[in-house]
């Protein structure tokens, strides 16, 4: 395709970009051949004060969770799985914004954010392909990070979290934990992420988490004895019964277990959305007006669903979006204005927030020689408060998915490096 904009506000060009341009794609068989809706063929455009508006945020976010004020509060309202102290290095979290109004909107918090080497692997496709927009990708997208030297900070995470509980202890073996892991859509990063390992000198196994077994005091899968877990179960607090040896290993210190439950319900618990709403507890973690107004202007309203105010939740409901509390993916979530009242009472006799609704991007694509409007949410892979990779996700529908024809991931390109501040005309040329 050959397109040109000429952009009427020069201060956001992104939106003429995502919808006219073509230029930048990814052969995504050839990069995930067993998984066509895991990686989108296109790259997405975001404005430079929409980046620099999300990367304060994830600092400020940051600065709020770590502050004694949120760990109290969090020690009140987590199950007792999460209320010991655990020593944690934070490993890396994904915040995700939506970028449709005039500022990013923090929509969630995650602390096994799928997608981080796929991410990095897509980034790595864009830079070899295209000359052009190597040197400010590889600027933009890790903000000046090394992307090379990306997966070795991932790797070095891995290493302070065993060294925080574990000390000199030598580190050998590490088990990557699903739910029948060749069944999930993700299954391609586990096995990025057991080369990783492997590169860093650990032996690294792939392991059903009904299949952990406790023996002899050890944590055992197939015969072999686990060192560190690398958790991506979506049980967050390890509640089900087909989690009971991985449960007893993390609450008797058999195992490493990362992220953890108590990192769970102090980084990415549902309500922190809403109490990182509440002006009075921001003052109480420190943040001054600057900071709070920041985090007023890029969090959504939140609150946590109160069946008291059911009345009032009902007349407002096309305003907000109902996420559960231990929800993910989008699963159990709902739009108000698709509700029926057999749902929301189902809300209201569960735990879960409300959150205004936030409006997405879009990014046009070509599927099967038709252009096709997509919505879009930013993933931030962030640690200690700073981005370390940013990619989308491309989606059909209320919720991300891999299922959309020409959606998933896709890298993000933000264009400050990329045009100048006063670029009128963008021509959009494909070889």
């Not at 989008?330 to 809300?347: E, M, P, Q, S, V």
């Amino acid at each position: 395709m050959a397109g040109a904009w000429t952009g009427a506000d020069p201060e956001r060009l992104a939106p003429g970009l995502n919808a006219a341009c073509q230029c930048l794609w990814l052969d995504r068989p050839v990069l995930f051949d067993a998984r066509p809706g895991l990686a989108a063929g296109n790259v997405v455009f975001v404005d430079p004060q929409d980046a620099l508006a999300m990367d304060r945020t994830v600092a400020l976010v940051h600065q709020a969770l770590a502050s004694p004020a949120f760990a109290r509060l969090v020690e009140r309202h987590a199950p007792a799985i999460a209320r010991p102290a655990r020593s944690s290095t934070g490993g890396v979290l994904g915040l995700d914004f939506h970028l449709g109004g005039p500022d990013p909107q923090l929509i969630e918090i995650n602390t096994n954010p799928g997608g981080l080497l796929v991410n990095l692997e897509l980034a790595r496709a864009v830079t070899a392909c295209c000359d052009e927009v190597a040197a400010p990708f590889l600027e933009q997208a890790t903000r000046g990070l090394e992307l090379d030297g990306l997966a070795s900070r991932v790797a070095d995470l891995f290493r302070a979290e065993w060294a925080s509980e574990r000390g000199d202890v030598p580190l050998r073996t590490i088990a990557i934990v699903d739910d029948d892991p060749p069944g999930q859509y993700l299954y391609p990063e586990f096995l990025l992420f057991q080369q990783l390992f492997e590169r860093a000198g650990w032996r690294a196994v792939i392991v059903d988490a009904a299949s952990l077994e406790l023996r002899d005091g050890a944590l055992v899968a197939d015969g072999e004895r686990i060192d560190l877990v690398y958790n991506r179960l979506t049980d967050f607090y390890l509640a089900e019964a087909r989690h009971d040896a991985l449960r007893r290993a993390y609450e008797a210190g058999i195992a490493v277990v990362t992220p953890h439950p108590a990192a769970h319900a102090r980084l990415a618990d549902k309500r922190l959305l809403a109490w990182l709403c509440d002006d009075g507890l921001l003052q109480e973690a420190g943040l001054d007006d600057a900071a709070r107004a920041q985090l007023r202007r890029t969090i959504p309203p939140t609150e946590v669903v109160d069946p008291a105010a059911a009345d009032e939740l009902w007349k407002r409901r096309k305003e907000l979006f109902f996420k559960p509390l231990d929800g993910y993916a989008g699963k159990a979530a709902y739009r108000g204005d698709k509700l029926t009242r057999a749902t929301f009472a189902h809300i209201l006799s569960q735990p879960y927030v409300a959150q205004a609704v936030a409006p997405t991007s879009m990014r046009r694509v070509i599927v099967e020689g038709q252009e096709t409007d997509l919505r879009v949410d930013v993933r931030n892979f962030c640690h200690g408060g700073e981005t370390w990779l940013r990619a989308a996700r491309l989606y059909r529908g209320q919720t991300t998915n891999f299922r959309t024809p020409g959606g998933g991931f896709a890298p993000v390109l933000t264009l400050s490096s990329v045009l100048g501040p006063s670029a009128r005309a963008i021509d959009c040329a494909c070889p």
